[in-house]
């Protein structure tokens, strides 16, 4: 009987802890499932600061800037995150702007279906920076990171280690010629946030032997595509010289 009273109250002691070290690992768990990636568009410090490794990596490196519209279309960032395959994390210098095309001519397969794509398949490396469709555009990896999408390994001054990746949609319901002034708005940002000339502008097909922007090289349509972005470079450069000629007049107020 005694001995019987003492083994209910162990066994009450032993329950209590059970209580207490289950909530414990329910917490921690809780606590590590936190997506580091998917912090807050517009703070590029936090996207930076969630690897202690980017952050080492940022000594000597260009910062990465963040931009929130391109031609009137807003920038949703959807930033793939740590520890995903996709995103090695590795900082770089950002020297080109590489543009690609989808080739996926499905209905659906708009920049949306694509960032979905991105962030929950993880069975693959290939990423891109951005995707471009005729109404967004979607932001997957910050510009100084690497993203492997040029498809030339670890080649020094290459597309991988040093371009930006911009995929543009040639989905059947996607506006084709909408999607070219989105990208050539994007380009022309992304040349002035990184101080760019139109020579670091560059087709997939620059860095491996793949037609890739297929349906801009097989309409024969890349120096007219070229002149767009250039054109859009010149008017943002200017835009950008009258409102700091503003600035100075009115006193840097
Ligand atoms: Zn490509």
Known sequence: MKLNRLQRRLVTILAGLLTVILVLVVILIFTERKPSGSSSPGSPAAVQGSDPEAVAGTRGCVTNTEIFSAGGVEITHRHISWGSPRRPGEIREIKYITIHETDNRRSGADAGAHGTLLAE??????????????????????????????????????????????????????????????????????????????????????????????????????DEFLEMIRDAYVRKKEEVKHSEEETTESGGE
């Open 121 to 222: 398949n993880e069975a693959e490396i290939t990423s891109w920076h951005y995707t471009v469709d005729d109404s967004s555009i979607i932001h997957h990896v910050p510009d100084n990171e690497i993203a492997w999408n040029a498809g030339d390994n670890r080649t020094k001054n290459g597309g991988n280690i040093n371009g930006i990746g911009i995929e543009m949609c040639v989905n059947l319901t996607n506006d084709y010629e909408k999607t070219l002034r989105n990208t050539a708005e994007l380009a022309a940002e992304l040349m002035i946030a990184y101080d760019l000339d139109m020579d670091r502008i560059r087709f997939h097909e620059d860095f491996m032997n793949k037609e890739c922007p297929h349906r801009l090289i097989s309409e024969g349509r890349t």
